[in-house]
């Protein structure tokens, strides 16, 4: 079974700019959540989705956003880019709401490294 | 409110000898708790969770965690160090009961010495 797929694994963007970031999940896993790692601050929560409808949000400015689409793929946006948004972003999968223990689990992808210039 | 916290930000140990990752936790609600590996440029690996089934939890590559109640404490454990384990060892929890989002901890790089 393939892995959770975050593409593309590098950017470099201006700041001021935008960027779309996109995550598959494992297939029949219908949750998705985006986490941000930097040195300072860490491993923090973003926002989660399922079918399609943001079920949590972190503390993050409107500048981030993201949305879930049919497949359970999903992508986040990162709008007028500061120079603090430079980070890992990482998407985790799990099976979701319901489904036991094994419903827990949140399998992480690869990351997207986000260099903002 | 739920936090996960690591001790240690750095540990060392000799390969051969027991590795000993700290987690402590606090919650009101029965926790779910995790411990991931991260190795450099990559992506979080799942090595074990606890939910509540089983106090000692084996996991991939040997290591092993004992959830503790009474000290909430979820410690992470391996016998025997190898050169391969050296990486960065993250402790999380659900907040708020089994489908709250991930809290982590500050992490803990573990290096192994020949």
């Known amino acids: 079974k393939a892995g959770v797929t975050q593409t593309p694994r590098y950017l470099i963007k201006t700041r001021g700019q935008q960027v779309t970031l996109s995550c598959s999940p494992i297939?029949?896993?219908?949750?998705v959540s985006w986490y941000q790692q930097t040195p300072g601050q860490g491993l923090q929560f973003l926002f989660e989705y399922f079918s399609e409808t943001q079920r949590n949000k972190g503390n993050f400015p409107g500048r981030f956003s993201g949305r879930q689409f049919s497949n359970s793929r999903s992508e986040m946006n990162v709008s007028t880019l500061e120079l603090g948004d430079s980070a890992l972003y990482l998407c985790?999968?799990?099976?979701?709401?319901?489904?036991?223990?094994?419903?827990?689990?949140?399998?992480f992808g690869q990351g997207t490294r986000l260099t903002v210039v | 409110a739920q936090s996960v916290t690591q001790l240690g930000s750095h540990v060392s140990v000799s390969e051969g000898a027991l590795v000993l990752l700290r987690c402590n936790y606090s919650?009101?609600?029965?926790?779910?708790l995790f411990w991931y590996v991260q190795y450099p440029n990559q992506g979080l690996q799942l090595l074990l969770k606890y939910t509540s089934a089983a106090t000692l939890v084996k996991g991939i590559n040997g290591f092993e965690a004992e959830f503790k109640k009474s000290e909430t404490s979820f410690h992470l454990t391996k016998p025997s160090a190898h050169m391969s384990d050296a990486a960065e060892y993250f402790c999380?929890?659900?907040?708020?009961?089994?489908?709250?989002?991930?809290?982590f901890g500050k992490g803990t790089k573990l290096s192994v010495k020949p």
């Open positions: 985790a999968s799990s099976l979701g709401p319901g489904q036991g223990p094994e419903g827990t689990e949140a399998f």
């Open positions: 999380a929890g659900r907040r708020g009961g089994s489908q709250g989002n991930l809290i």
């Open positions: 919650s009101s609600v029965p926790p779910y």
């Open positions: 297939s029949g896993h219908r949750s």
